[in-house]
């Protein structure tokens, strides 16, 4: 494999980092996944399980239009089903959601390889942490840490599985969001509420490991902070310290 993925080992996942990869064939030595699951839901099963692939035909919620399998049906684009359910107000904010919603081409993807990283037998497209909140300040620094760019989250309440496994490789951009927001991975009892989903592209997958090794993690960000005085008592030296040098 390409990438070593062992700095990931320092974070003591609750959950498996796992990798995505979208193909226009048949992937080798890997297995078809035998059980029906959702999109979502198989970000957990990759966790759990060996890698497995998923076939046009097993798919059960909006995957075929998202993954640009199938054309949308006119009651998903019209937004008819958001307003039905009661998710939107009106037809139209669900119909605006999908002109937003990252979609790929249209007979671009055939087949979807999952697998934990440590059973990685293909470069992924997309790595996904699951991570909670005091792994999070180091987790979400893996790029800016280097290139200072903002931190940005991109979702949906509905549909927010476009937002995590296919944003991030359409786009280039690292994603994430916090679970319990999104509602139908809410309703299928995925994850409990208050982790963090991120997703990281393929093309920034070295750097985010590079940056990983480097960035010492703070895993004691949950504990209070030393408060203003002390805090501002050691910018205050920082600065001194720094102004000496710019002098020199």
């Known amino acids: 494999m390409p990438h070593d993925f062992s700095v990931l080992k320092r974070f003591n996942f609750q959950y498996k980092p796992i990798g995505v990869k979208y193909l226009p064939s048949k992937p080798d030595g890997i297995e078809l996944l035998n059980k029906e699951l959702n999109f979502c839901e198989m970000?957990?099963?990759?966790?759990?399980?060996?890698?497995?692939y998923v076939a046009p035909n097993q798919w059960r919620c909006v995957e075929p239009f998202i993954l640009g399998m199938k054309d949308f049906e006119?009651?998903?684009?019209?937004?008819?089903?958001?307003?039905?359910?009661?998710?939107?107000?009106e037809a139209r904010a669900n119909r605006q959601m999908y002109l937003n919603l990252p979609m790929m081409l249209k007979g671009s993807v055939k087949y979807?390889?999952?697998?934990?990283?440590?059973?990685?037998?293909?470069?992924?497209?997309?790595?996904?942490?699951?991570?909670?909140?005091?792994?999070?300040?180091?987790?979400?620094?893996?790029?800016?840490?280097?290139?200072?760019?903002?931190?940005?989250?991109?979702?949906?309440?509905v549909v927010a599985c476009s937002w995590i496994m296919i944003y991030p490789a359409l786009s280039g951009e690292m994603n994430y969001f916090v679970t319990g927001f999104e509602l139908g991975m809410h309703a299928l009892n995925i994850f409990p509420a208050g982790l963090f989903l991120i997703s990281i592209p393929w093309q920034k997958i070295p750097i985010a490991l590079e940056n990983l090794a480097l960035i010492p993690y703070r895993g004691d960000m949950l504990k209070p902070g030393p408060g203003g005085d002390a805090h501002r008592k050691r910018i205050n030296q920082l600065e001194i310290k720094l102004?000496?040098?710019?002098?020199?």
């Open 43 to 52: 970000i957990k099963e990759a966790q759990e399980s060996k890698p497995f």
């Open 74 to 89: 006119p009651i998903y684009i019209s937004g008819m089903v958001g307003c039905e359910t009661g998710l939107f107000r």
């Open 112 to 157: 979807v390889a999952f697998s934990s990283v440590d059973q990685l037998n293909f470069d992924p497209d997309v790595l996904i942490l699951t991570a909670t909140i005091d792994q999070i300040p180091t987790l979400l620094r893996c790029l800016n840490y280097s290139d200072g760019e903002p931190i940005v989250s991109k979702t949906t309440p």
């Open 243 to 248: 102004r000496k040098r710019n002098a020199q």
